[in-house]
C-alpha cells in the first residue's frame, strides 16, 4: 500500500481510538477493550474498502457492515463519526437519555448503522441474509448498483461459541455467498478471561475452512495484510471469506492492552487522563 495512504488510515485509526475512550468515558460504562481491537478494522474498511456514502446512508446498493459482536459498538460509533455520519460531539452523549447512542447498535436511530445487534450470534445470520438478498437482488436486476454490494461482519472470538453462528457459516457456504466476508477479531479474551480458559473455539481458522470458507489470517494492525486479505475476497468466487485477524485486546492504550478487564468497563478520571495522553501522543507523531 501506498505509505501517505497507510499514514492516512493510521490517522484514521487513532482518531477512532480517541473517540471510543471520550465516548466511554462520557457514558461511565461500556466495552473499551474489543472496540479499541478493531480500530485499525474500522478504519480501514470505512476508509478504504466499502462503497458507502454519508450523505446517503441508505443507499440500495451500498455496502453493508454488520458489528455482530455488538458489545463493541463505542468503536462503530467512532469510526461514523470520523466518517462524517454524524457530529463526533454525539460520541458523548453514548448510552445517555435522549442521546442518539444507544448500549447497542441501533440501525432505527443511528445513521450508518446497518443491523441492530447485541445478542452474540445473530448479527452474522443477519449479514448473511442481507448477501443472499443482494444475490436475489442482483439476479433480477432490481436494485441499481447490487450486484456490486458486499456484505461485511465483524463476530468476536467470543462468540465463536455460539452456534448460530455454525448456522450461518453453512448456510453461506452452501448458497456460495462470494459478497460475504466475514473478519473474527481474535483478540483471545472475553469477559470471563482467556477465550481458550472459558470454552475453547480454536482452532479457528481451520473451523472455517471446514464450514466452506476461503480463511485467510492476518495482523489485525497492519494495513498492508488487511489490502491483501480483502483483495483476496474479493478475487474468490463461489465461497464466502472469513479473515481471521490476530489483534490487541484494548490496542492503543497500554494498561488496557491484553487485559480481560477492561472487556466492560469505563476508565476512571486518571486512566481517563492517561489514555488520552497516550493517544495524543501517538497522533502527534503520525501527523508529524
Not at 112 to 136: N, W
Request: net charge negative; glycine share 10%; hydrophobic share 40%.
Amino acid at each position: 500500500m501506498d505509505p501517505a495512504k497507510k499514514q492516512q488510515l493510521a490517522v484514521h485509526a487513532a482518531n477512532i481510538r480517541v473517540g471510543i475512550i471520550d465516548a466511554v468515558y462520557a457514558a461511565r460504562s461500556g466495552h473499551p477493550g474489543g472496540s479499541l481491537s478493531i480500530a485499525d478494522l474500522l478504519a480501514y474498511l470505512y476508509f478504504h474498502e466499502m462503497k458507502v456514502d454519508p450523505a446517503n446512508p441508505g443507499d440500495p446498493g451500498r455496502d453493508r457492515l454488520v458489528l455482530s459482536k455488538g458489545h463493541a459498538a463505542p468503536g462503530i460509533y467512532s469510526a461514523l463519526a470520523e466518517r462524517g455520519y454524524f457530529p463526533k460531539e454525539e460520541l458523548l452523549k453514548l448510552r445517555h437519555t435522549g442521546g442518539m447512542l444507544q448500549g447497542h447498535p441501533d440501525m432505527k436511530g443511528t445513521p450508518g448503522v446497518d443491523m441492530s445487534t447485541g445478542s452474540l450470534g445473530q448479527g452474522v445470520s443477519a449479514a448473511v441474509g442481507m448477501a443472499l438478498a443482494g444475490k436475489i437482488d442482483a439476479n433480477k436486476n432490481s436494485v441499481a448498483g447490487s450486484d456490486s454490494c458486499r456484505v461485511f461482519a465483524i463476530l468476536g472470538d467470543g462468540e465463536l461459541q455460539e452456534g448460530q453462528v455454525w448456522e450461518a457459516a453453512m448456510f453461506a457456504a452452501a448458497k456460495k455467498l462470494d459478497n460475504l466476508c466475514v473478519i473474527v477479531d481474535n483478540n483471545g479474551l472475553q469477559i470471563d478471561g482467556p477465550i481458550d480458559k472459558v470454552n475453547s473455539p480454536y482452532p479457528i481458522p481451520e473451523k472455517w475452512a471446514a464450514f466452506g470458507f476461503n480463511t485467510i489470517v492476518i495482523d489485525a494492525h497492519d494495513f498492508d495484510q488487511y489490502e491483501a486479505a480483502f483483495d483476496a475476497a474479493k478475487a474468490c468466487k463461489d465461497k464466502p471469506t472469513a479473515i481471521i485477524q490476530l489483534s490487541t485486546k484494548g490496542k492503543g492504550v497500554s494498561f488496557m492492552e491484553n487485559q480481560a478487564s477492561w472487556h466492560g468497563a469505563a476508565p476512571n478520571k486518571e486512566q481517563y487522563e492517561q489514555a488520552m495522553a497516550e493517544l495524543s501522543a501517538a497522533l502527534r507523531e503520525l501527523e508529524g
